[in-house]
């Protein structure tokens, strides 16, 4: 009776370990296909299927942009069968973005959004200021939405080292790098991104000096499941 209840408790163990590893097996997602739909790195100045596409040269590199309050649509065809798209960019965050400012009404929020076919799947703030320990500084809204998100100044960046664009261009950190990567569900055979800025400043000659933004290196992956 002993060895019958250690073979039934044996073979009990094994089947439920069978029945969860055959779980597993069944509702573990896999990558069949994975396609570059779209690369640009825009050192040849393509801005071919991108509206109010602009180029100009920060740091030494070709970029998408400069924007202010306004923001570029980039159209992708005859995508492949696919399940999900996968979207990559580097995001510039140029000179004296204030984050989630709305205390003196002429300055932020200073928000900036990413749009795929007409779903919202970034909405944030950045706020590019210097931020010493021990010192209040408007936070901003990002890696989460805005609003009712406070994060530090430069959470979640890549990089805080790179020189401003304009207003800011003799300094060291007046710019901000940060990776972008989406992955979102999709079969379409065509694709819209768009990114879009919507920056207050109320009490300066040149906004886009004052603040802006840009976009380099975009790679759009069209990924079968």
Not at 25 to 46: I, L, M, R
Not at 196 to 220: H, M, R
Request: net charge negative; glycine share 8%.
């Amino acid at each position: 009776m002993k060895n019958f209840s250690a073979r039934f408790k044996t073979t009990c163990f094994l089947s439920l370990f069978s029945v969860m590893a055959l779980m597993g097996a069944c509702t573990k997602t896999q990558v069949k296909s994975e396609t570059v739909v779209y690369t640009n790195n825009f050192e040849s100045g393509d801005v071919k299927n991108i509206s109010n596409g602009t180029i100009d040269v920060f740091n030494g590199t070709h970029v998408l942009g400069r924007y202010n309050s306004d923001g570029f649509a980039l159209t992708v065809s005859d995508l492949p069968k696919h399940d999900l798209v996968e979207v990559s960019f580097d995001l510039y965050i140029h000179d004296t973005w204030d984050g989630n400012n709305v205390d003196n009404g002429y300055s932020g929020p200073d928000l900036w959004s990413m749009i795929v076919d007409g779903g919202s799947y970034i909405h944030t703030s950045f706020s590019n200021t210097d931020c010493p320990a021990g010192v209040f500084c408007t936070p901003q809204a990002y890696p989460n939405n805005y609003p009712n998100n406070n994060n530090n100044p430069k959470a979640g960046a890549f990089a805080t080292n790179l020189p401003g664009a304009c207003y800011w261009a003799s300094k060291p950190n007046g710019t901000t790098l940060y990776k972008i990567t989406r992955q979102i569900s999709h079969s379409d055979k065509t694709l819209t991104l768009q990114c879009l800025g919507n920056l207050v400043q109320k009490n300066v000659a040149d906004p886009k000096c004052d603040e802006s933004w840009s976009v380099d290196n975009i790679t759009i992956k069209a990924i079968a499941l």
